[in-house]
């Protein structure tokens, strides 16, 4: 691993999917009836943004490996599989599963799950550690299938350093594996020890960055059928910047809201935006302006 320098070949961005809701939301009705739940996955969504980019700070100084964030691969048969950020270096392959959870969080190898408690209420949530070891499986199946041959691991990262993690003193895979964000360099150096073999080449290693970069499957769901909303549902046309209600009106060259008579230029930037998201193919968006 010699020699090498941290690279970062695909970058963390806010997903289509939450620009699809932020737009959707300005689109609703305050009384529709789904509003609530598109807010609150809307929230949980950027929660989970904001955790892993609070990760991201720990990771700067990691000059031995390549960074891939927001990978998405398929393995066949429309199945896939995503990982928060990818650390890949010449010895091992490392996986970072990011949660963005606050309270106390209790890690139960009875029933394998994870019990946040918060202001004295439970809460309990799928174990992480049972997703990042299908991750850890899913991505061990498409590097054979490419024909590489590489250990893989796996993290289960707290970005929230007042989380308090719990767990029984005998459930070993959660002891080894769940850290907070500050833990990652420490957490690596005691993997670089175990992994001293060099299994990739630096060229081998580039080519294999790229490939994955490559096979990037972006997660394009149609908001609109993802919550079983109808266009109908959507309010259509230009919404004003300054009452934000949609009753702005082409004249003379600019946007006037009749509303309440602002005048902007650049009104219709914002319906075209929404117009072309991927995962929001809202063609209705206009047709009232």
């Given amino acids: ?24 939301l300005r689109r609703l009705l305050g009384a529709h009836p789904k509003r609530v ?10 929660a989970g943004d904001r955790g892993e980019e609070a990760v991201d700070y720990f ?47 209790y890690f139960d190898p009875a029933f394998n799950q994870l019990i946040q408690t918060k202001q004295e209420n439970e809460r309990g949530f799928l174990d992480p550690l049972i997703q990042a070891r299908r991750q850890q499986r ?11 041959s590489i250990p893989v691991e796996y993290l289960i990262v707290i970005s929230n350093p007042s989380t308090v993690i719990k ?19 420490e957490r690596i ?5 175990k992994y001293t073999q060099e299994v990739l080449s630096a060229k081998e290693l580039r080519k294999l960055s790229r490939i994955l970069v490559k096979k990037h499957c972006p997660a394009n769901y149609n908001v609109l059928s ?11 046309g230009i919404q004003c910047p300054s009452c934000s209600r949609f009753s702005m009106k082409r004249a003379r060259g600019t946007w006037k809201c009749l509303a309440c008579s602002s005048v902007d ?3 219709h930037v914002k319906a075209l935006q929404d117009y072309f998201s991927p995962t929001y193919p809202l063609k209705i968006l206009l047709k009232s302006c």
């Fill in 265 to 267: 230029k650049t009104a």
């Fill in 1 to 24: 691993m010699k020699g090498m320098m941290h690279v970062i070949l695909k970058e963390r961005k806010t997903s289509d999917f939450i620009l699809s809701m932020d737009a959707l």
């Fill in 226 to 236: 993802y919550y079983g909303i109808q266009e109908k549902e959507v309010i259509t």
């Fill in 167 to 185: 767990t029984s003193s005998y459930h070993k895979n959660a002891l080894d594996r769940v850290l907070h964000a500050s833990q990652i360099p």
């Fill in 59 to 105: 990771l700067k100084d990691l000059t031995e490996f390549t960074v891939i964030h927001d990978l998405r691969l398929a393995n066949g048969n429309d199945s896939f599989f995503q990982m928060d950020t990818l650390l890949l270096s010449s010895s091992f392959i490392l996986i970072l599963e990011i949660k963005n959870i606050s309270g106390t969080i």
């Fill in 189 to 193: 150096e005691r993997m670089k020890v």
């Fill in 37 to 46: 739940m598109i807010e609150n996955d809307l929230a949980k969504r950027k």
């Fill in 138 to 148: 899913e991505l061990a199946k498409w590097l054979y299938d490419v024909k590489i």
